[in-house]
């Protein structure tokens, strides 16, 4: 994964690689609308996006309508809506000042073109391998977690933004990497990270092709784009910081509202410990915050898979995105896990690798997809 060069000819989608994901936007949407139906029988089908909605999603429609609050919200929690990273709820916002539709309606469209984008940009990431390929589309776009992408949360843009930027990183092009990064450290907290990896890539691509560490800080200095890379990757993050500081006074309100939420930053190893002794009591296999720490530390499994291959750039980016949720509590951990491009690729590679394995694979996340979309329409915890 994350090949060191790209070549650009086979960078380019066939015919078989568009359609393929558009299947599994169909069959996703099906799976989807028929366990809403089944989930809410009475319910008027007209209700199917709204129904999607849970959780943070409904804070994200809030945010594209009316944008960021001057203070906490009591009649939903006392907090305000400033931890959430504004690029992807402003985007939609921007859109419905065009296309008169409902947000939820919008916000869900607009998610299941930007995964099916996601995916196609994948391609190269997935090492060319059709197999692979046709796991993360189906994953992203009818799998069990697919509502995550395909409704009104920053997961999905996350995704394309985190593909883009080790795409450009692959052609070692800095000033793409940043680009993509600076909307990435826009839509969600850790990616600010993704500027580390752009250096990470720097040094490594200076260590190829001078072959020795000497003079690897004026060597790299001496690279304008890559300066400028540096400069611009952060700037979505910055920028709203400096938003927050002009609208309420402070411009770190993103992580001191974090408290209202309920999330306390503490040793992440005490948080997953806490998390995988914490049993049920309703007879269920795994408890709610059992499956969120297991999530995480298979974040960190596949993580060491991408340390192991060598995959630094990746490496650095995933351990920051994974450690710091994690010291402030298991929460959406499973749906930050499920959004980290880097992990859901290689896990996608390595299953396709036999033909057995890739098939049972397919099959678990098609069938997994209506029993998972049950859970999340009844408001199951654990996905949160």
Not at 37 to 48: H, V
Request: charged residues 10%.
């Amino acid at each position: 994964m994350f090949p060191p060069s790209l070549d650009l000819k086979q960078d380019r989608p066939t015919a078989l690689l568009l359609l393929l994901p558009l299947l599994f936007v169909l069959s996703g949407t099906l799976i989807r609308f028929l366990a809403f139906r089944y989930a809410q029988p009475d319910a008027d089908w007209t209700n199917y996006f709204g129904a999607l909605c849970r959780w943070d999603c409904g804070w994200y429609v809030r945010m594209a309508e009316t944008g960021y609050d001057t203070f906490p919200i009591p009649s939903r929690i006392n907090a305000g809506n400033w931890a959430f990273f504004p690029f992807y709820p402003m985007l939609v916002g921007l859109v419905a000042k065009i296309i008169p539709l409902p947000t939820i309606v919008l916000a869900s469209l607009l998610s299941i073109l930007t995964a099916y984008a996601a995916v196609v940009a994948a391609w190269p990431l997935l090492g060319r391998n059709i197999r692979a390929y046709t796991l993360y589309a189906a994953f992203m776009l009818s799998g069990p977690v697919s509502f995550y992408f395909t409704t009104f949360f920053t997961e999905v843009m996350y995704v394309l933004l985190t593909t883009l930027v080790f795409r450009f990183l692959g052609r070692s092009d800095y000033l793409g990497a940043a680009g993509a990064a600076a909307l990435l450290s826009a839509t969600r907290i850790v990616g600010v990270f993704a500027s580390l990896s752009i250096g990470v890539q720097a040094l490594m691509d200076y260590r190829k092709s001078k072959g020795t560490w000497k003079g690897v800080v004026p060597g790299l200095l001496a690279q304008p784009r890559l300066v400028l890379a540096i400069f611009i990757a952060p700037l979505g993050f910055f920028t709203y910081v400096a938003f927050l500081n002009y609208w309420v006074g402070d411009g770190l309100a993103f992580s001191h509202t974090q408290r209202a939420w309920g999330r306390m930053v503490a040793n992440p190893v005490v948080y997953l410990w806490e998390g995988l002794n914490k049993w049920p009591d309703n007879g269920a296999l795994f408890s709610n915050s059992q499956i969120l720490a297991l999530a995480a530390i298979a974040g960190l499994i596949v993580t060491g898979i991408l340390a192991w291959r060598r995959q630094w750039p990746a490496v650095v980016f995933c351990l920051f995105c994974i450690i710091i949720p994690l010291a402030a509590g298991l929460a959406s951990m499973l749906r930050f896990m499920t959004a980290m491009a880097p992990l859901t690729i290689t896990v996608a590679t390595l299953l396709a690798r036999q033909r057995v394995v890739f098939a049972l694979s397919f099959v678990a996340i098609i069938v997994s997809a209506w029993f998972v979309t049950l859970a999340w329409l009844g408001g199951n915890v654990a996905l949160v």
